[in-house]
């Protein structure tokens, strides 16, 4: 582990801030995934997880930093057993303890290619917008129920009006989380979507894969189960969103 020079747009030391990540020539192809949503339950760890264990799969260094006190992504990732390729967790709810500085605290490894941010539910304000300036990317995952879709709205507003995400340049996608059929319960997401520009990515279903995989500190990527090819697919379609390589399908571009 290497100690890393500070990221002029992660200079911020905010609650959330602090974030060290590598040197400006390796900073450029750094991508910052935050999995962010109010609402609590709609699936931001288990996204967060399968993400970053689906770079490690690829052998792309990823780390994986959890900012819910809860410290979910970090139980997942107590689970991983040595022989699977290595994430790098930061525990970043934790303030640093004492003699240690956020910016020692928040060091990532010299080769870090994907950061992936766990959000913990409830987040509003500055707090929020803390979280928003260490990403480039947001994914905000929605479950199919009128209420989980209202309250989606309402937090793409803060997104929008709070957290200011436009005039900083960061991709906001949406991603519905455990679906069991496709469900026209999202068509009035979809149309306010639309009328926003932020797309709608991909879907993801309702299955046991991203429970027992996580079980043992993996994701659906490393994981062999029942119809595990269908969940895969339905990642590609996040993926590709995330590496930026679906240009002519993403009107925020
Ligand atoms: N696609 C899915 N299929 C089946 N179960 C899922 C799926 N996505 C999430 N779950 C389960 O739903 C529960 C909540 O998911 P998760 O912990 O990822 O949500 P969260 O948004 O991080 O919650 P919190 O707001 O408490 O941090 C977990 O038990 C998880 O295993
Ligand atoms: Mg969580």
């Known amino acids: 582990m290497q100690l890393l020079k500070s990221n002029p747009i992660a200079a911020h030391n905010g609650p959330a801030g602090g974030l060290v990540v590598p040197d400006a020539a390796s900073a450029r192809t750094v991508r910052r995934v935050l999995v962010v949503n109010a609402k609590g339950g709609c699936g931001k760890t288990t996204i967060a997880t399968n993400l970053a264990s689906y770079y490690a799969s690829q052998g792309r260094t990823a780390a994986l930093l959890d900012y819910d006190p809860q410290g979910s992504s970090m139980q997942w990732l107590a689970q991983r057993a040595e022989q699977h390729r290595a994430i790098h967790g930061v525990a970043a709810f934790r303030k640093p303890t004492s003699g240690m500085t956020r910016s020692w605290q928040m060091r990532l490894p010299a080769e870090t290619e994907r950061l992936i941010l766990d959000a913990p539910a409830g987040?509003?304000?500055m707090p929020l917008i803390d979280l928003?300036?260490?990403?480039?990317?947001?994914?905000?995952?929605?479950?199919?129920?009128?209420?989980?879709i209202h309250a989606a709205s309402h937090f793409i507003k803060d997104l929008l009006l709070v957290a200011k995400v436009r005039a900083r340049s960061i991709r906001v996608g949406v991603v519905a989380n455990r679906v069991r059929k496709q469900t026209r319960i999202y068509l009035s997401l979809q149309r306010f979507l639309d009328s926003l520009n932020i797309p709608f990515?991909?879907?993801?279903?309702?299955?046991?894969?991203?429970?027992?995989?996580s079980e043992e500190g993996l994701g659906i990527h490393e994981w062999q189960g029942y119809k595990i090819r269908q969940d895969r697919q339905q990642?590609?379609?996040?993926?590709?969103?995330?590496e930026g390589e679906?240009?002519?399908?993403?009107?925020q571009r």
């Open 123 to 125: 987040i509003h304000g």
């Open 132 to 148: 928003v300036r260490e990403s480039d990317t947001i994914i905000v995952p929605v479950l199919p129920s009128p209420i989980d």
């Open 201 to 213: 990515v991909t879907y993801l279903r309702d299955t046991q894969n991203y429970v027992q995989s």
């Open 235 to 242: 990642w590609e379609k996040l993926i590709r969103w995330i």
């Open 246 to 251: 679906d240009e002519q399908d993403d009107p």
